[in-house]
């Protein structure tokens, strides 16, 4: 069987890419051209180029691919042109999923952000049925994945099989592979198909 995954050079990504290994899925990734695949070394995986932008992409990457494991988002707290986080995670998702319909993926998983779960009226933490309104989304990011998660009926069509909305912030573009020795690292090892089956 064979998987795609997207944001596969970043530190979330990379795990997901090891479990997937680990439990004996055929794993393609696909990454920009110029991606730092340093999180990738030494992995038996095929490397495929593409973007989220770009349709025909998608499409060549998926191709052969029976699951696709979303994890690619346009994460920082500011851009100068705030329409960068809405072209790649709002448009882009629309694109993949459309894409994984397209070519008959059976399974889909895609990795949102805590920041998309809802605040309750009182105060407290909110859970996945606590209700949430683009009004409570402070800042581009947040409001783009709330956006492509709003695509949810429509791409629920499309075979998604999980929203995970990750609850860590592992700081960007981090490039360390991760480390079965490190506490924060252990559930990445310890259970290689948890929350991916």
């Known amino acids: 069987m064979k998987a795609l995954i997207t944001g596969?050079?970043?530190?979330?990504?990379?795990?997901?890419?090891?479990?997937?290994?680990?439990?004996?899925?055929?794993?393609?990734?696909?990454?920009?051209?110029g991606s730092d695949p340093t999180?990738?070394?030494?992995?038996?995986?095929?490397?495929?180029?593409?973007?989220?932008?770009?349709?025909?992409?998608?499409?060549?990457?998926?191709?052969?691919?029976?699951?696709?494991?979303?994890?690619?988002?346009?994460?920082?707290?500011?851009?100068?042109?705030p329409s960068i986080f809405y072209d790649i995670n709002v448009i882009g998702t629309r694109n993949l999923l459309e894409a994984a319909r397209d070519v008959g993926v059976e399974r889909t998983v895609y990795c949102s952000t805590i920041g998309a779960i809802g605040l309750p009226p009182g105060g407290g933490l909110g859970t996945e049925e606590t209700p949430v309104s683009l009004e409570q989304m402070a800042g581009h990011?947040?409001?783009?994945?709330?956006?492509?998660?709003?695509?949810?009926?429509q791409a629920d069509e499309g075979g998604i099989a999980r929203r995970h909305r990750q609850s860590q912030c592992p700081g960007g573009r981090a490039r360390r592979e991760t480390d079965p020795d490190r506490p924060d690292h252990r559930g990445f090892h310890e259970r290689p198909d948890a929350g991916l089956h």
């Open 141 to 153: 990011y947040k409001r783009s994945k709330y956006l492509a998660e709003a695509g949810g009926p």
């Open 8 to 33: 596969a050079t970043g530190f979330v990504g990379a795990a997901v890419v090891r479990a997937l290994l680990q439990s004996g899925v055929e794993v393609r990734v696909i990454a920009r051209p």
């Open 39 to 81: 999180n990738l070394r030494s992995l038996n995986i095929d490397t495929v180029h593409g973007d989220l932008r770009d349709k025909q992409s998608l499409h060549q990457a998926l191709a052969g691919c029976r699951h696709l494991y979303h994890i690619a988002a346009h994460y920082a707290l500011w851009a100068k042109d």
